[in-house]
């Protein structure tokens, strides 16, 4: 058995592979995808149909939430990359479509980004998991080994 003992992991976060911080890289990933989906869903529908002046503001203030709902969830490092990528849509009347287009097709290539690094981190800790196993099997295996030639019968 291993001295070591593990951290354990929220069900609910994910965690970057060697963080030595205590946050998790994203603590609600369900939230996260959840707004990423309807970000997706409406940025479809802005190519579909393009909104008239009342859902131009109403897709303003969509946005807006997402964004602070997003920074909800993201831990700190992310949270700092993601305020300087990102800021509400500000100006004095409705944002015309193609900077809600902008805005959007912005927000949800950052959001594969951050699922892509998410999928390969937990890849990367899967495989090293697999590792570990492999080689506590293998020490298991040499000391029963070594175990059998040294309680063998005496004639």
Known sequence: MNDQ??????????????????????????????????TRALLDEVRH??????GRARLMRVHDRSLEELREVLSPELLHEFDEMFEPIRGDGVASESE?????AQLIG????LFHGIQASLWSQQMAAQAQLAEMQR???ERGRQQDRSSGMYL
């Open 5 to 38: 003992t593990s951290p354990t992991r929220k069900p609910d976060s994910v965690e970057q592979p060697g963080s030595e911080h205590e946050f998790p890289a994203v603590s609600e990933p369900t939230r996260l995808i959840r707004i990423a989906s309807m």
């Open 100 to 104: 809600i287009r902008i805005a959007q």
């Open 49 to 54: 149909t393009p909104p008239d002046e009342a």
């Open 110 to 113: 950052w959001l594969e980004g």
């Open 139 to 141: 020490r298991q295996l």
